[in-house]
């Protein structure tokens, strides 16, 4: 919410075609209606060295125009992006820039926390102290930003006790308070209310429930195809965005909308039946439309990814914390919920789990306390 209004203030400031919005994946860069932080910097998976990506955006006018343009780039959920990727941009930008000033002068604009998801390759390369691992490992990260804050007001979360469990799961503790509360959560018969999304760490679990209760309603099931427009480049990255290329549908399916409607008191609880209009979702390049599809605003919500509920706010959640993998991942799933009403668990949950990165925790101890 704060990230959108200083997105509005930025365009005021600098016009619309110089202001970037980028996130590092598709799914929080179509929320915020920008692109893929890789495809604004057009290096493909960056994997390269700087000079070799150097020469790579040299030889695209496109991509040399987007960077000689911009005044104001915006990152969202800085958490996921790798430390290493953050320091080649920042060459990137001076190098084309011709301009020796951090990040060839761009104002930079980050948000995320840390604590939430890391990037992909977090704890998994040998020796992961000496890499830069976090963006905020990066060479250039202090030298990036004249000012660092941190936002220390909940506005999700109202309820003392659910904020206090929370604040103590994001640094990866959890007293015997906590887990008692928690215990209050376990869903003795290990089969959730069919009503509640159900949050996985893996992709795989998602699909099949999301599969199989569709499949089990027996009802005829309908193919939605998305009507796309725009360059293949840009259709792969509303790819993966939210909105289903093919979503399936019967009667009586769980779904979930996927934009903001305005919807005047129509979607009130106990409300069964409102006519859904298919949506756009755009790809945007400074102020140019690059791509844009035309899909229904739902999307199966039996279950769902905890990295795409991340960002997200939902009512009621039922998660199998036995699965969960890496830093952060039990924290962002627990945070999505309004109050401690709306969860429940599967009975094998073991605090171990509950992991927050020791550098991550050190960054903040510096820098925020
Ligand atoms: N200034 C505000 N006033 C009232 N409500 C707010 C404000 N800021 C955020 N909210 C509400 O709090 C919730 C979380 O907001 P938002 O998703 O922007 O936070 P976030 O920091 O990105 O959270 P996370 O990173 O955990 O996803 C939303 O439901 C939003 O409507």
């Known amino acids: 919410m704060l990230i959108q209004e200083i997105i509005k203030l930025l365009r005021k400031l600098h016009g619309k075609k110089e202001v970037s919005v980028t996130a590092p994946t598709g799914i929080v860069a179509c929320s915020l209606g920008g692109q893929t932080l890789h495809s604004f910097a057009g290096v493909g998976l960056a994997k390269a060295d700087a000079e070799t990506l150097l020469s790579k955006v040299l030889d695209n006018k496109r991509v040399l125009r987007r960077w000689r343009m911009v005044k104001a780039l915006v990152v969202d959920e800085i958490s996921m992006v790798e430390g290493e990727f953050f320091d080649k941009l920042e060459y990137l930008a001076r190098m084309i820039r011709e301009n020796d000033e951090p990040w060839g002068g761009i104002q930079l604009v980050v948000s995320g926390d840390f604590l939430q998801l890391p990037p992909i390759s977090v704890g998994k390369k040998k020796n992961s102290d000496s890499d830069k691992e976090y963006a905020f490992e990066a060479d250039s990260w202090d030298q990036s930003f004249q000012l660092q804050v941190g936002l220390n007001t909940i506005f999700r979360q109202s309820d003392p006790q659910l904020i206090k469990l929370l604040q ?12 008692e509360l928690l215990e209050q959560c376990r869903c003795i018969d290990n089969e959730p209310d069919e009503t509640v999304v159900r949050l996985f760490p893996r992709i795989a679990d998602v699909s099949r429930v999301n599969d199989m209760r569709l499949k089990g309603l027996g009802e005829e099931i309908i193919v939605y195809e998305a009507f796309d427009r725009g360059e293949r480049h840009w259709i792969d990255q509303l790819d993966r965005g939210i909105a289903p290329n093919n979503l399936q549908l019967c009667k009586g399916a769980r779904v979930m909308l996927t934009k903001n409607l305005n919807v005047k008191g129509q ?94 925790l050190e960054y903040y101890k510096n820098h925020f306390e």
Do not use: C
């Open 267 to 360: 979607l009130v609880t106990g409300a069964t039946e409102m006519v859904m209009k298919p949506l756009t979702w755009n790809v945007e390049v400074g102020d140019k439309i690059r791509a844009t599809r035309l899909q229904l605003p739902l999307i199966l919500a039996w279950a769902m990814s905890i990295h795409k509920s991340q960002g997200m706010t939902v009512d009621r959640l039922h998660t199998n914390l036995s699965k969960a993998f890496g830093f952060g991942m039990i924290y962002v799933a627990l945070s999505r919920l309004r109050s401690l009403d709306g969860l429940s668990f599967s009975s094998d949950f073991h605090p171990s789990k509950i992991k927050a990165h020791p550098k991550v």
């Open 168 to 179: 103590g799961i994001r640094k990866g503790e959890l007293d015997d308070e906590g887990l």
